[in-house]
């Protein structure tokens, strides 16, 4: 390709060069299907799942339409049906009746998390990854992701010794991934040392390892019915640090992480294809409740084209570098994706 001093293409008067024309390749949807550098694909994406201990019926989460807390029963249907769908893996979060100080719920091998884990597996087998999210929020009453100690602090060290402890308990429950969320430092070591222990080699490890502190998460407080007094501000990532989310991930992936998370998706895509660049492991990405719940409310409000905006965004976290997507939409659109 030639081009004159002012910098314009010449192709187009010099019969010696090609001419490029891009539209070529734009004008059918089969043509634009045939070039494309991104395809999402149904096994590309995990669905998230709440069981909530009590319930006698589905209960609808009020900011998260369409996403509901589960009976034990709606569990399995809904786990079915995504598998059925080709989705590539379920995240189960358990919601217990009860909460306390230490969020013992969480290591208690009859939790409702554990329940969860026991009955889905119960119900797909090894027809999709099950993932169980380990963290204390959902069973302490004072809504932080770990013990506290005598100043009010989470304690770092006691709340990963819990997490080990749920570790293993998930994984006698049949998790095949365990996913520690709490972003406590040493959280993976410790985790892969009690798996080990326990005699669960073959189970992996998916660290939220570049979780920010982000006002994206309000939808999923309500849908676990968080406790939360204050804010996370002191453990999880501050919005504005980038080489700080390279230094979480190599941490965690010199512990043993298996795959790695960045967490929420949309507003960090740059740190999404940062990672994906420097790690060799599988890069995931959470496309967290408030992206779910802004799309849906614009798109009830007719302001957009609701399936047309989730299957972009999809593409973009994708085209991020992320291989996995973890998104409240991933049964529904799997349908419709290229298998």
């Given at each position: 390709m030639t081009y004159d001093a002012y910098g314009r293409n010449t192709a187009a008067t010099d019969?010696?060069?090609?001419?490029?024309?891009?539209?070529?390749?734009r004008r059918t949807p089969a043509l634009r299907r045939f070039a494309a550098e991104t395809r999402v694909g149904?096994?590309?994406?995990v669905q998230p799942l709440f069981l909530r201990e009590g319930l006698t019926e589905p209960r609808e989460i009020p900011s998260m339409p369409g996403v509901f807390q589960h009976t034990r029963d709606t569990l399995r249907k809904a786990a079915a049906e995504a598998v059925a769908n080709g989705v590539g893996g379920l995240i189960l979060f358990g919601i217990p009746e009860h909460k306390d100080p230490t969020g013992t719920g969480a290591v208690d091998p009859d939790g409702i998390l554990q329940v969860a884990l026991r009955d889905v597996t119960a119900e797909v087998g090894?027809?999709?990854?099950?993932?169980?999210?380990?963290?204390?929020?959902?069973?302490?009453?004072?809504?932080?992701?770990?013990?506290?100690?005598?100043?009010?602090?989470?304690?770092n060290d006691a709340s990963i010794e819990l997490y080990a402890r749920a570790a293993v308990v998930q994984a006698d429950a049949g998790a095949q991934i365990?996913?520690?969320?709490?972003?406590?430092?040493?959280?993976?070591?410790?985790?892969?040392?009690?798996?080990?222990?326990?005699?669960?080699?073959?189970?992996?490890?998916?660290?939220?390892?570049?979780?920010?502190?982000?006002?994206?998460?309000?939808?999923f407080r309500d849908a676990v019915e968080s406790t939360l007094r204050g804010d996370r501000k002191g453990y999880q990532q501050f919005p504005g640090n980038i080489r700080e989310s390279l230094l979480e991930v190599s941490l965690d992936?010199?512990?043993?992480?298996?795959?790695?998370?960045?967490?929420?998706?949309?507003?960090?895509?740059?740190i999404v294809r940062l990672i994906a660049d420097h790690v060799q492991v599988p890069?995931?990405?959470?496309?967290?409740?408030?992206?779910?719940?802004?799309?849906?409310?614009a798109a009830a409000k007719g302001w957009i084209d609701r399936d047309q905006v989730v299957r972009e965004s999809l593409a973009s976290i994708h085209r991020a570098g992320a291989t996995q997507i973890i998104t409240y939409w991933a049964s529904e659109f799997a349908q419709s994706l290229d298998r």
């Open positions: 019969p010696a060069a090609p001419y490029y024309r891009p539209r070529r390749l149904p096994a590309n994406l090894d027809s999709t990854v099950i993932i169980g999210d380990i963290n204390l929020d959902e069973y302490t009453d004072h809504g932080h992701t770990g013990v506290l100690d005598a100043n009010g602090d989470v304690d365990v996913a520690p969320s709490g972003m406590m430092d040493g959280q993976v070591r410790r985790i892969r040392e009690a798996l080990d222990q326990a005699g669960h080699q073959s189970v992996a490890i998916l660290g939220y390892s570049a979780k920010y502190a982000s006002h994206f998460y309000g939808p992936v010199a512990e043993g992480a298996d795959l790695v998370m960045v967490k929420p998706a949309l507003a960090y895509l740059d890069v995931s990405a959470y496309q967290v409740s408030g992206e779910y719940s802004m799309v849906e409310a």
